[in-house]
Structure formats: C-alpha cells, structure tokens
C-alpha cells in the first residue's frame, strides 16, 4: 500500500493553513491531494516507456483552487450535478437553493455558490488512508440538516486509488456526493488533440437524455444506435463532434447496481500506453469530455475545449424532481456510502 506524507501548500483568502498530501506506491505512481475541498491536484503515472507523467490538469496554487469555476478535482456535495430551477419539495417543505449556474439556466449546480468544493476538511492518516472530514451545518445553501461527510483516498499497489465515501445528517435531506476530477491520459496539457485519441468503454444500456439546459427530461432510453453508445471501444474523436451529442459528450450513464463495486468504464491512450479504469458502487457515471473549459493551469497549460474528460461516480442529475430515478435521500439514522476506484495502468 502506499505511503503518505503532508507539506504546506498555501494559505486560503481567510487565513486558513491547507495541507497537500502525497500518496506514492511501491510503483511510484503519485497522487497528490489537498484538504481544501478534498481536491486531487495530481496524478503521476508511468507511460508504455516507463516514463511518469500528470494526467490530472489543475493549478499550481491554492489560489488557483480558490478562483477554480470548474471543479477541478474537488469534492462535490451536498448535492452533485444540477436541480432544476434551484429548489425541490421534500416531506412537505420547499426549499429555495442558489441558484448558481447562470450560464443556461436559473438551476442549481454542483453544491451551490459555496460547496464541499469551496471548503476545509479537517484532514488525518490513518495507516494508508488519508481520511478527510467536513460537517456541513443545517442550513448551509438551504439544505435541512446537519451533514457529517467523509472521504477515504486510499492508493494500492496494483495502482487502484480508492475514494470510499460516507455521510449521515440530522434531518432528510438529498445527498448526491463524487470528485470531479478531470484526465488526459497523454499528460494534464495535451489538449483536445490527444483527448480525441482515447479509446473509451463505458458498461451501459441506457442514459438519462439531458435537455438544453442539462436537465434530465425525465425519460431513460436505450444508448443502442445513438452517439452515447460506448459500449464497445470507442475513440472520443469519432463521436465528439457529432450533432446529436451537441456539446460533446455530457452524458449520464446509468450502471448495474448490485451492492458491489462493479466495473463501469475503461479509457486507453494508444500514444501514451496508458489506461485507467472505473470501478464503482454508483448507479450512474457522469462522462463529461469538458464543453465549457477555458483556462490556464498547471506551468502556463491551456486547458482549452474538449482538452480533458471527467468520469463523475455518482446518482442521477435532478434526482430529487424524478422519483423513477435511484434515490438520493438520506434520512436520520441511515448512512449515505459510495466506493469508487480508479484503477491505473499500461497497455
């Protein structure tokens, strides 16, 4: 198993110390993480030549973290993905949330204007573990309920890193919660070039389609004959800019669900040798081939359209306006648990 260690990597705004941890193998394959918004900032992998490189585009500072619009390779909760028109009645009650993606749609998207994305996680080791804790207070973006979350990152010898999450509160409330952590296999600033070249398998019959504004129309259809259809290899290049698609691919696939982690997706890179694969207890794998990214990260990288895709374990977008869809509502007494790995390796 690996080996932690912990540095200093800045100050926020308000004065709060954060922490990098880095994980390294007996295969020296590096996952770096820091406990504001439990973000991963790196991931060093070897290529088909033995040589290492950072997969995960990001920043180089926490001030980059603090300004990141995208979310990049933070936690996401309470709630992931969008609820459409920023509220949702529960037991009787509406609740109002933020309405923070304005860019579509008055909607409600990934947490709120402040997030588990935005916050400190009180952060320990445990053996192998790194074990990341926030208690979001009732209340906080409109959410009933005092919210306990934790995140486990753990980085094994066969390369598989491991993020187990739980969660319980004190009143019902929904609870949606992934990483939205972004890869290019070919190296974190490769561009849209070599996303292109991935060769990409997701394990799914059926998605949720999204309308113009990303929202779920409420209907699950079969992917056979359409772009969204991955179930054998694939190359995101031949599929990305197809009409149907419209913006690329921002599409919720839905998985097997059997109470065991099952595999969902693998991704290739021919030019590199690298692969990785997704294994998840999750009913649902947000593909997201990054339509909207526009920025300059790591050592002056463009991070431009469609340079980097995310692979989002998660449940069903607006989930709590669909009750046909997996439930996402945690009640006192009942704990919220997810495990995803993403499992790394060479052709």
Known sequence: MSRITQDRYGQTRDGSEVTRFTLTNKNNVVVRIINYGGTITEIWVPDKEGKVADICPGFDDIEGYQANPIYMGALIGRVADRIA??????????????????????????????????????ASIDGSKLVLKYVSPDGEENFPGEVTAVV??????????????????????????????????????????????????VKADTYVPLNDFYIPTGEILKVTGQPHDMRTPTRIGDRLHDPKLGRGFTCNYNLQVTGNKEFAARFEHQGSGRYFECWTTEPALMFYTGYWLNNRGKGGAMYGRYSAFCLEAQHYPDSVHNPKFPNTILRPGETYRQSTTYRFGVL
């Not at 509406?94 to 923070?100: F, M, P, S, W």
């Open 85 to 122: 028109g920023a509220s949702f009645d529960l037991d009787g009650t509406t609740y109002n949330l933020n309405a923070n993606d304005l860019q579509e749609a008055p909607n409600f998207l990934h947490g709120g204007t402040k997030g588990f994305d935005k916050m400190m996680w009180e």
């Open 152 to 201: 486990t990152y753990e980085l094994d010898d066969d390369n598989g890193l491991t993020l187990e999450y739980t969660a319980t509160t004190t009143k019902t409330t929904p609870i949606n919660l992934t990483n939205h952590v972004y890869f290019n296999l070919a190296g974190h600033g490769a561009g849209a070039a070599e996303l292109e070249n991935h060769v990409g398998r």
